[in-house]
């Protein structure tokens, strides 16, 4: 049985470690940490438990067939609910509620904007398309040569499909009023660019939140981690955890060996990790291929030798990288009323705080924010008569300067303003908070300029001009995650792994 040795369990790690044992080799996981999931992992302190990362379901028919490949349903594993409201916008002059059913979300469109209701119909039929065409044709293709393009409805649907045009000029052809343009485009600003300089065939996007719906894992997005873990468990796969990988051995232009050394004392009775007598010490682990699940530049920059590496650090300084974060995990003694699970406060300006993340790399002087209140949906996730947020400002990756007194102020920043907004005391009521931001992502993750979301989805970092899926100089070495295709996101993350393992098993099926 050929040995593929998987570094990093995040959700592209999960999801390529289970199609690589279905595909009955032998698979191991390396993960740094003690836990599996990578940025999605779980915070649990003084009854509060919090998703670290990722705290949107989007795209629940993405997660509905990872698991039918294996005879699975997603019930099998978590129960969902749909959010309704799907989530709540706060301008400078009011708040709108967006409503999960689409007729009231036109009711909605059209009291905003007059004429704006039939426009809603024309732009997510538009949407539609480019879902249908995206998720069944585009976000499967491994990205290795254009000819993998070469295909009629494609080729045919290239207009409709938008690509040479932006979301910015293309929301603006069919919306006027400011409000309902900002609702439209806020999805791709985690995509990492600017809406002008994202390709409009992510309006896909506005049809997996307006038509598909705004779900919630009960427990918590960390469910998900769980049930991917377990399934891969199922399957035959080992993790190997709080394992640090240190160098990739090569031999011949083939990755042969995977190094590591414990990232700290393990409990012996530890049920989630493996050979609990080893890991005081650096361990060798054979294989006969590779999947590089962590981040692709440190994996490039600090575990190969150089001849070995396909790009150089001029090709990576000149990549356009998605944002990072700036989070807060809050723990209140109080229930607050009239909230809702998720919060989008786009009470100050939305161009400004997008050039000082994209345009001109700062921190930003009046940021736009988002709150998850998990806890408005799940009463598991903290103490009875308490309240469960997680704050989170998108800032660019690579600044500098990330201290502890720079947190405390845009906290405190933040925290005027939500409880304006909601006409509640909060801050004399918070008895748990802890913060995460850029140099978290760098020192956990090995993070790129400590990037949060991976590489921007411009048009010239779309699916052949991402960083390859495999090694140009490795035959065995492959990628999957943010940094490589389909790009940045959970469900497209679950599309990596099994696209990836689906090339590995091609190259060795030709071998």
């Known amino acids: 049985m050929k040995k593929v040795v998987i570094i990093g369990s995040g959700f592209a790690g999960l999801s390529a470690a289970s199609f690589m ?41 993405v997660f509905e067939r990872f698991f ?18 799907s989530y709540r916008i706060y301008w ?31 732009f997510i039929q538009e949407a539609a398309y480019k879902y249908e065409v995206g998720i069944n044709k585009l976000v499967h293709k491994p990205g290795q040569s254009l000819l993998e393009f070469a295909d009629w409805e494609l080729v045919m649907g290239v207009f409709k499909l938008d690509v040479f045009n932006s979301m910015k000029s293309h929301v603006g052809k069919h919306f006027k009023n400011s409000k309902l343009r900002e609702l439209l485009e806020f999805p791709v600003l985690f995509l990492g660019a600017l809406p002008q300089h994202t390709p ?20 918590g997005m960390y469910k998900i981690v769980e049930a991917m873990t377990n399934l891969a468990k199922e399957l035959g796969v080992k993790f190997y955890f709080n394992h640090d990988v240190t160098e990739i051995k090569i031999d011949k232009g083939l990755a042969t060996k995977v190094i590591t050394r414990p990232n700290k004392p393990v409990p ?25 699940g962590a981040d692709y530049h440190f994996i490039e920059s600090k575990l190969l030798p150089p001849e070995y590496r396909s790009y150089t650090e001029k090709y990576w300084d000149k990549r356009i990288m998605a944002p990072s974060c700036l989070l807060y995990y809050v723990g209140l003694k109080k229930k607050l009323s009239n909230l809702l699970h998720h919060t989008l406060f786009f009470d100050v ?21 988002y709150v998850c209140a998990s806890s408005v949906t799940d009463t598991t996730v903290a103490p009875e008569g308490c309240e469960n947020l997680f704050f989170l400002i998108p800032v660019a990756s690579g600044l500098e300067g990330d201290t502890e007194e720079l947190r405390d102020k845009y906290f405190e ?46 048009l010239l970092q779309t699916a052949i001009l991402k960083p390859g899926l495999r090694s140009k100089k490795i035959a065995n070495l492959f990628y999957t995650g943010q ?27 030709k071998n």
């Not at 409009?200 to 427990?219: E, F, V």
């Not at 300006?349 to 924010?369: A, N, V």
């Not at 993350?493 to 190259?507: D, P, R, T």
């Open 21 to 61: 044992a279905k595909a009955g080799w032998d698979v191991s996981v390396l993960e740094k940490h003690d836990t599996s999931g990578g940025r999605a992992r779980q915070l649990v302190e003084q009854g509060f438990t919090f998703d670290m990362g990722p705290s949107w379901y989007w795209m629940p028919a």
């Open 68 to 85: 039918n490949c294996f005879g699975k349903n997603v019930a099998d594993y978590y129960g969902l609910s749909r959010l309704d409201p």
């Open 92 to 122: 400078p002059d009011d708040a709108m509620d967006i409503p999960a059913d689409y007729d009231e979300l036109k009711s909605l469109f059209e009291k905003t904007e007059p004429g704006s209701g039939v426009m809603l119909d024309k």
């Open 200 to 219: 409009a065939l992510y309006s896909l996007m506005n049809y997996a939140d307006i038509k598909l719906g705004t779900w919630y894992p009960q427990g």
């Open 268 to 292: 012996v009775n530890d049920a989630n990790s493996f050979n609990q007598d080893q890991l005081s010490t650096t361990r060798s682990f054979d294989a006969d291929a590779v999947i590089g």
């Open 349 to 369: 300006s939305f161009d400004i705080h997008g050039k000082e993340i994209y345009t001109s790399p700062r921190w930003p002087s009046s940021p736009l924010f």
């Open 413 to 458: 920043m933040i925290l005027a303003r939500f409880e304006n907004k909601i006409a509640q005391s909060v801050k004399d009521f918070i008895i748990y908070k802890k913060s995460y931001s850029v140099s978290n992502f760098k020192s956990d993750f090995n993070s790129f300029k400590g990037n949060a979301y991976g590489l921007a989805n411009t």
């Open 483 to 509: 940094l490589t295709v389909p790009g940045p996101g959970v469900p497209p993350s679950l599309i990596s792994g099994e696209v990836v393992a689906k090339e590995l098993v091609k190259h060795f099926a």
